[in-house]
């Protein structure tokens, strides 16, 4: 099945505001973007509209939720990780407030309208934030168990996803997910694919592939950028021997840094890392920008190729 | 402005919203209803006040144009087409896989002098481009139009202080008061009545005008001209969609791109139009 992950986040944040009256959506002229026109609908009470004004987004949702509510701030995750990052850093992360970011449209969802709509840079600007943790959901399923957890606690976060439906990587119901762990979505010897967000599926889909070639890819979901789950890099490392790295997002300060980091640190291992380019990216549609980086199943195979052979 | 001139700037106005049209429908991606309500800014800008031309493009005295309000570029590359800065063939790449005509303004384009599509931009650099002038006493002017849900972007009204600060009165800038935005009437959304009085207490000098009357902007580009000491805004209160009746003033028009039906119907429309000049 196939659906966007904003459509299954807005409505649970539908379901969650009609028992908790704290839970608050705001939104910056984004409310058509990030699927949540029906909440406003419906729970007009505990909706607040902006108007075009990120950084007053993020300073008013600091300032709902030092007086105990529970604000959900939605916008572009373009803007939201760049044009409001100060009020990001001090009114949420530094003041420790509950706020919950939710960057939608996020990593080139927006295709040809280019650079000033791309979020090629928000897991560095984000993760490099102390207190603020990072959350990259792969799909509708994975989303919805990540927002129990997330309208549940009280710190900061940020939480991006894209625009298009995703195919479903785990079953609705069944999803194998532990808060702050990384997901196997399969098990594998010759090498260890990590992926976040919609490169998860791509990543399963080459591993599906390689595994018709006789080559067994281990997949491991990091949807948790931070905290990162340090200890299923390591252990792949030392049971896969090189980790090939995938994310919608520059190379620079992204999933492929961390990941070295942790292997140089604990277990040195060949790692490669597909990501976006360091240059405002190729015209296209999403799908076409994913195959000219190779950040789509084919090109992750190839990659995977290379790497063990 | 003489009849003929308007019958002029008229007629381009008609072949400017056409290729608009004609872009976005093949496209199938574009914002129509941003594009058509600054279309008779755009060219009583450039076929009759700015000394811009594809054969001045590097000189330091020419005037300067900054579309804060970058997600409404086709109507720009229609023009720029047009003017010559580059083959109206181009057009045809536009959102298309590897194409430099992108959804946003870029100054890899020619023509283009500053990239924007980030709303809340497009004033500061303008500012920017009117103190060099300054500082260089040099003769050109600067041109910002900006949406006016833009407005609601506090670097506006940083950009607006500064503007009157430094008393440039080399600096336009047009607000496309077309009152709606993509969630709705600006009134709803976030408030910006009255986007005169606000202006006029930030220390502009401000005309507000029908904003789609190619008389009314060319007198009241004139008039900022002719304004000493303080920056000029011009409050365009357009239409959103202007010139084609089912795109008018609609929320929704915001980036929807017309079906067969409703493209043929606008073309129709265009043409009709074009009919009584
Ligand atoms: C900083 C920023 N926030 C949000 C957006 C998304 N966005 C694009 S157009 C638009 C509405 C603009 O409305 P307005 O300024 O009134 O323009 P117009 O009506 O002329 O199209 C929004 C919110 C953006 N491009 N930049
Ligand atoms: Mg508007």
């Known amino acids: 099945m196939s659906q966007a992950i904003k459509k299954v986040v807005a409505e649970f ?7 908790d009256r704290d839970i608050v959506v705001l ?7 990030g699927a949540f026109g029906p909440y406003a609908e419906e729970l007009p009470e505990q909706f ?9 987004l993020v300073g ?3 300032g709902l939720a030092s007086c105990g509510k529970r604000p959900f701030a939605v916008s572009p ?4 990780s760049t044009r409001s990052m100060e009020q990001a850093k001090v ?8 706020v919950k970011l939710l960057g939608i449209s996020g990593g080139v969802s927006y295709g040809a309208l280019g650079m000033t709509h791309h979020s090629a840079t928000d897991i560095a600007d984000m993760a490099s934030i102390p207190g603020m943790r990072v959350y990259l959901p792969s799909d509708g399923p994975q989303a919805k168990c990540l927002m129990k957890e997330l309208v549940k606690d009280t710190d900061p976060a940020y939480v991006r996803y894209g625009r298009n439906a995703v195919e479903d990587v785990y079953e609705e119901g069944n999803v194998p997910f532990v808060m702050d762990r990384a997901t196997t979505v399969r098990e594998g010897k010759d090498l260890t694919i990590i992926a976040c967000g919609e490169m998860v599926w791509q990543a399963k889909k080459a591993a599906e592939q390689l595994e018709s070639e006789g080559i067994h890819a281990r997949v491991l979901d990091m949807y948790c950028i931070k905290p990162f789950d340090g200890e299923a890099v390591r252990k792949a490392a030392e049971e896969t021997g090189a980790i090939l790295t995938v994310e919608e997002h520059t190379a620079y300060g992204g999933l492929g840094s961390l990941v070295a980091q942790l292997t140089a ?3 040195p291992t060949r790692v490669r890392s597909l990501a976006l380019p360091d240059a405002p990216v190729v015209t296209g549609t999403t799908p076409e920008i994913f195959k000219h980086y190779g950040l789509d199943a084919e090109g992750i195979a190839k990659a995977a190729r290379e790497l063990v052979g | 402005m003489e009849a003929q001139e308007w019958t002029r700037l008229a007629k381009k106005a008609v072949d400017i919203r056409e290729e608009v049209v004609k872009m976005i429908y093949r496209a199938k991606t574009g914002h129509i209803g941003g594009d058509l309500s600054e279309t008779d800014i755009l060219v009583d800008l450039y076929y009759r006040q700015m000394n811009v031309s594809p054969e001045n493009q590097k000189d330091e005295n020419r005037d300067r144009f900054v579309l804060s309000k970058g997600h409404s570029v086709e109507a720009l590359y229609a023009v720029l087409a047009d003017k010559g800065y580059f083959p109206k063939k181009d057009l045809e790449t536009y959102s298309q896989y590897g194409s430099k005509f992108i959804g946003h303004p870029n100054n890899k384009i020619p023509g283009i002098e500053m990239n924007s599509g980030s709303l809340g931009h497009g004033l500061s650099v303008g500012v920017g481009m009117a103190l060099a002038g300054k500082m260089d006493k040099r003769p050109y002017r600067v041109y910002v139009v900006l949406g006016d849900g833009e407005c609601g972007e506090g670097s506006v009204w940083e950009a607006a202080m500064a503007g009157s600060q430094y008393g440039l009165d080399n600096l336009t800038a047009f607000v496309d008061r077309n009152r709606l935005q993509i969630s709705g009437t600006t009134e709803q959304v976030m408030h910006q009545d009255s986007a005169e009085e606000r202006w006029a207490s930030y220390g502009w000098n401000v005309l507000s005008i029908p904003g789609n009357d190619l008389y009314s902007i060319d007198d009241a580009v004139d008039l900022a001209k002719h304004t000493k000491g303080k920056p000029t805004v011009i409050v365009a209160n357009t239409t959103k969609g202007c010139g084609i009746s089912f795109i008018e003033n609609k929320a929704a028009w915001h980036h929807k791109v017309p079906s067969e039906a ?4 606008a073309l129709k429309e265009l043409a009709e139009r074009r009919a009584t000049l």
């Open chain 1, 77 to 80: 995750a373009s803007f939201l």
């Open chain 1, 91 to 98: 009114d949420v992360a530094y003041s420790n407030t509950n």
């Open chain 1, 48 to 56: 607040v509209e902006v108007g075009i004004a990120e950084q007053n």
């Open chain 2, 262 to 265: 409703e493209y043929q119907e």
């Open chain 1, 265 to 267: 640190r604990e277990h």
């Open chain 1, 27 to 33: 939104c910056s002229d984004s409310r058509g973007s």
């Open chain 1, 13 to 19: 944040l539908q379901e969650a505001g009609k028992k």
């Open chain 1, 60 to 62: 008013i949702s600091a």
